[in-house]
């Protein structure tokens, strides 16, 4: 009842606009336009009368200009006027508009709205949440699985039904599904590793067998993959290779972003399989399945001052020399430190700098490289320091690297 009776309220505010303006529109009569003519010509005859005193108009242009005002005056006053609405012939719209409106609007409301959303009950509640219930994820899903049927050769179809089925738990299907995007795509790491994952919960979450072998494939593709690296610590764990696995999960917390449950739960997972360790695992290079040594890994970087620079420090000021993974804890992995006054300065960065035996330059494929000026000896970067850096430097690359510090840390 409230909701009609709000209803009715809002369509007698909109008539109340549109009825009195319809209703008092009255007849233009003949005299009308006629008064309305001639006062249009008397005040264009009186600005012809000012411009003729002033000097604007000659005597000739104005008599031109008169008589041709009279002409057009003539000529109006000449014209039947056309009549128009009379108040009998429009009020007759006000009745068709006062039923007409609210019957427009009682029948849009009934085809397209629904009154009892005012009150909902449980059932419309339930209803209407913001996600779509697992029955309708499933007949989503059913209709993809169809069309799959039709069109086998769309890898990317495939792919997304192998998702589906896992977001189902379905993994019998979702490994038949990957299977199928893994045949037209061929080897790439996400589609190896979407695969093995699908088999391992297919079989009690077990990965031993085909699932290994997709997760380390995965890996030679991409050694640094988050995924593949859990996953493979996993399997070597299952395995009964703790050491191999506590491999590559110290890799892995290396490549998680710093303070992240993912982080964390790595952490967990490594400090338990570390502890099945009959010794303490020496630290080694994570950087690849099966590493190589190292030993001999030495960066050399020659360092020296911008000339702009120069002035703004004193020759005791301290120098930080240091590599730093790319991603990860920002932890130096090799740190020289040195003064100013010993610059230009060629160093070498090996493992025997490193601060942590388990973060250290041989961990990593590819590091960045910095040279700091610090004025309060704080190893800590600090707003007011000089800063130089080189991005995106292998470990393997022999070449001397150059860094000159020359911006100033804001």
């Known amino acids: 009842m409230l909701f009609w009776l709000l209803a009715s309220l809002m369509i007698l505010i909109v008539l109340a606009f ?25 005040n264009r005859l009186a600005e012809l009368n000012e411009q003729l005193h002033i000097g604007a108009l000659d005597p000739a242009h ?7 005002l009279e002409l057009a005056l003539s000529d109006d006053l000449d014209i039947p006027a056309q009549d128009q609405l009379a108040t009998g012939q429009a009020r007759w719209i006000v009745f068709v508009l006062a039923v007409f409106i609210p019957l427009l609007a009682i029948g849009l409301y ?4 629904n009154y009892q959303a005012i009150a909902p009950t449980p059932e419309m509640l339930a209803t209407s949440a913001a996600e779509p219930s697992i029955e309708d994820v499933n007949k989503m899903v059913n209709k993809l699985a169809e069309r799959m049927q039709t069109e086998p050769d769309n890898a990317e179809g495939w792919l ?29 790491a996400d589609i190896l590793l979407l695969y093995a994952d699908a088999l391992a919960y297919s079989n009690g979450e077990q990965l031993a067998g085909k699932p290994t072998e997709l997760i380390f494939k995965a890996l030679e593709l991409d050694p640094e993959n988050i995924t593949g690296l859990w996953l493979g610590g996993m399997a ?49 290079p994570a950087n690849e399945v099966s590493p ?28 930080f020399i240091y590599a730093q993974a790319l991603t990860g804890p920002q932890m ?25 035996p388990t973060m250290k330059l041989s ?12 004025k309060t000896g704080n190893a800590i970067s600090q707003p007011g320091d000089f800063i130089g850096m080189i991005d995106n430097v292998s470990v393997t690359d022999n070449n001397p690297k150059q860094i000159e510090i020359d911006s100033q840390v804001k």
């Open 62 to 68: 104005y008599e031109a200009q008169r008589a041709e």
């Open 332 to 356: 130096p992995l090799a740190v020289v430190r040195k003064q100013v006054a010993d610059l230009p300065i060629t160093i070498q960065l090996t493992d025997a700098l490193a601060m942590m």
């Open 363 to 374: 961990n990593f494929a590819k590091v960045k490289l910095l040279a700091r000026v610090s």
């Open 110 to 113: 009934a085809g397209l709205g």
């Open 160 to 188: 997304m039904l192998g998702k589906s089925y896992q977001y189902l738990q379905q993994y019998l299907k979702a490994v038949d599904a990957f299977a199928h995007a893994y045949q037209l795509i061929g080897d790439r």
């Open 18 to 42: 549109i009825m009195p303006p319809l209703w008092k529109l009255q007849q233009l009569t003949p005299s009308d336009m006629d008064a309305r003519n001639i006062a249009i010509a008397k």
């Open 236 to 284: 070597k764990a299952q395995a009964g290779d703790a050491a191999a696995g506590v491999k590559l999960w110290r890799k892995l917390i290396t490549l998680l972003p710093p303070n992240s449950p993912a982080l964390q739960e790595a952490q967990q997972l490594l400090t338990k399989l570390e502890s099945q360790l009959p010794s303490p695992l020496p630290a080694s």
């Open 292 to 319: 190589p040594s190292h030993n001999d890994l030495a960066i050399s970087i020659q360092v020296r001052l911008a000339p702009d620079v120069q002035k703004s420090v004193a020759p005791t000021d301290t120098v």
